[in-house]
């Protein structure tokens, strides 16, 4: 039964699933520990939802990249391409996006007021966290080496993000548009 899987396994293993959790602001990545039934129960939200929208997604799966059964080296250049790269090219542009909203809208009871300087710090984390990955941890993978000391900074690294992804939500009120919000604003929220 999906409720009793860890949303993290849930993720992995349901092309979708990840979007869905977005929606549903559930943490599958550090949190992903924790079953989906749980995670529903503590943010409170429509279990039925939930699963309506998961049975969707394995009725129509296409089959997608197991990375557990693919060579590191493989997954590494993945990792670098979809997510470092992506991080580089695409929050610089959203920090752009969001001093825009807070300078033109900051009056404004919605406004994401500090969601720029949050952004900003976020892509030095990030930029620090992708760099050890990239000159450190992942050359010795390549070697075959899997070193508990970086490994160990890196998954502790995973859980500071989470942390400051759920400050971004709140800063930004989970993303909700408000009424007759303008472009700069909606593209913001639409590209998280």
Known sequence: MLLNQPLGQLATNIAGATAVFHQFKLDFCCGGQQSLGEAIAKRGIDQQAVLAALAKLQKHAIPETDWRNEPTTKLINHILV??????????????????????????????????????????????????????????????????????????????????????????????????GACNTWTALYTRY
């Open 82 to 179: 979809r997510y470092h790269q992506k991080h580089r090219e695409q929050l610089p542009e959203l920090i752009r996006l969001a001093r825009r909203v807070e300078v033109v809208h900051g009056d404004h009871e919605d406004c994401p007021h500090g969601l720029s300087a949050h952004l900003t710090d976020m892509l030095q984390e990030l930029e620090s966290h992708m760099v050890k990955e990239e000159q450190i941890l992942f050359p010795m993978i390549r070697q075959g080496l899997y070193p508990y000391g970086p490994i160990s900074v890196m998954q502790e690294e995973h859980l500071e993000h989470g942390e400051a992804l759920r400050q971004l939500d709140q800063l930004s009120f989970e993303q909700q548009l408000p009424v």
